[in-house]
């Protein structure tokens, strides 16, 4: 299955680099594509015509397929007492930065499947590949997107989202283990075994009619042949990538990653209102205990954002969303094209 899914894909080897919405780049896209591997961008954040731009200039860079990220979120209730319940548990630090309290924070951007001109603009431009994230688009749009000649994925982080994504008919499933850096993919924060990705692929690969790509902790080749070995098709590698030139990963981001920090990652809600893993800080160490207070995804992100600037202007980085997985001590400063390679030749050694 996984030779024939590199040919549906029309890439040599079986490497995908992560969509890592805001750090992944047109550039850092291209030079996977080019290497034969599957670039991405992660448009779940842009407005349509910030994906469209994305899109063409990624068609400009590489002759080869790309995937395109969006999310699927539940769109939140509008509730403005939840809201200023977490603003007021974040005042304090706000007032440590000397910056005012946001009056009002409201969803830092819709769901793909609240705006339907996202739909109309990739029906226009087809990429060669769409994936989805927290969850699926409506029928009528994975049939229109499919109608297109359009490859569609789906991340799953449990079985019953993998059910999900097989009985959409989508065309492959991207298996995303507890390791993983960002985001965790789950449809239902609520209901989130919290697998790990070995345990995963063991679970899916007997029972799983379409191709798996593995995704989580994923560095090197040796990697990546542990998850073909299991039954994958494929691997996404996100963390391995950011450390590249190309991606528009902060300085500070690189230090941090570089450095004995990049050991102590963490999952937590309170950045984003979503579970997401990344290199430990006082989100993590400080704000766990609001949860109950916590805004919900992504409303709490604006509100996130906005403390992260409010810091970083002063010269601290405590609150900055240094998304990571659970191999980020493993990444290399690299240009993606010699990573590429790199993760070639050992793929090829198996080691």
Same mark, same amino acid.
């Given at each position: ?72 979120h539940q769109a939140p ?11 007021n548990v974040l005042a ?52 229109? @997107?499919?109608?297109? #000649?359009? $490859? =569609?994925?789906?991340?799953? /982080?449990?079985?019953?989202? %993998?059910? *999900?994504?097989?009985? !959409? ?117 400080? @704000?766990?205990?609001? #949860?109950? $207070? =916590?805004?919900?995804?992504? /409303?709490?992100?604006?509100? %996130?954002? *906005?403390?992260?600037? !409010? ?41």
């Amino acid at each position: 299955m996984a030779d024939s899914f590199l040919t549906q894909l029309g890439i040599q080897y079986p490497i995908i680099q992560a969509p890592m919405a805001g750090t992944a780049t047109v550039a850092l896209a291209a030079a996977v594509s080019n290497a034969g591997g599957l670039g991405s961008l992660g448009l779940g954040a842009s407005d349509v015509g910030q994906a469209r731009q994305q899109i063409r200039e990624l068609k400009q860079a590489t002759a080869g397929p790309f995937n395109v990220n969006f999310f699927c979120h539940q769109a939140p209730l509008d509730d403005p007492a939840r809201n200023q319940q977490w603003l007021n548990v974040l005042a304090p630090y706000f007032t440590e930065f000397g910056a005012h309290v946001p009056t009002d924070i409201a969803p830092a951007y819709p769901s793909f499947n609240d705006n339907p001109d996202l739909l109309a603009m990739l029906l226009s431009e087809r990429p060669a590949v769409v994936s989805f994230h927290f969850g699926l688009p409506s029928q009528a749009s994975i049939e229109a @997107l499919q109608t297109a #000649g359009i $490859k =569609l994925l789906g991340c799953a /982080t449990n079985v019953d989202e %993998a059910h *999900a994504i097989i009985e !959409a008919g989508l065309d492959g499933i991207i298996a995303q283990g507890i390791e993983a850096g960002g985001h965790r993919g789950v449809f239902d924060s609520a209901q989130d075994p919290e697998l790990g990705l070995f345990g995963l692929l063991q679970l899916l690969t007997p029972q799983c009619s379409l191709p798996i790509i593995a995704a989580g902790g994923i560095m090197n080749g040796q990697g990546i042949r542990q998850v073909l070995n299991l039954g994958a098709s494929a691997a996404q590698l996100g963390t391995a990538f950011i450390l590249c030139p190309e991606s528009n990963a902060s300085q500070d981001y690189r230090a941090h990653l570089g450095s004995a920090k990049a050991y102590h990652t963490g999952i937590t809600t309170m950045i984003s209102g979503r579970p997401a893993r990344g290199l430990a800080n006082r989100w993590h160490q400080e @704000l766990g205990v609001y #949860g109950a $207070k =916590l805004a919900a995804y992504p /409303t709490a992100y604006s509100a %996130a954002k *906005a403390l992260h600037l !409010a810091a970083s202007q002063r010269g601290c980085h405590d609150f900055s969303a240094y998304w990571a997985g659970q191999g980020a001590p493993l990444a290399r400063a690299l240009p993606a094209a010699e990573l590429m390679k790199a993760l070639i030749v050992e793929l090829a050694r198996g080691e």
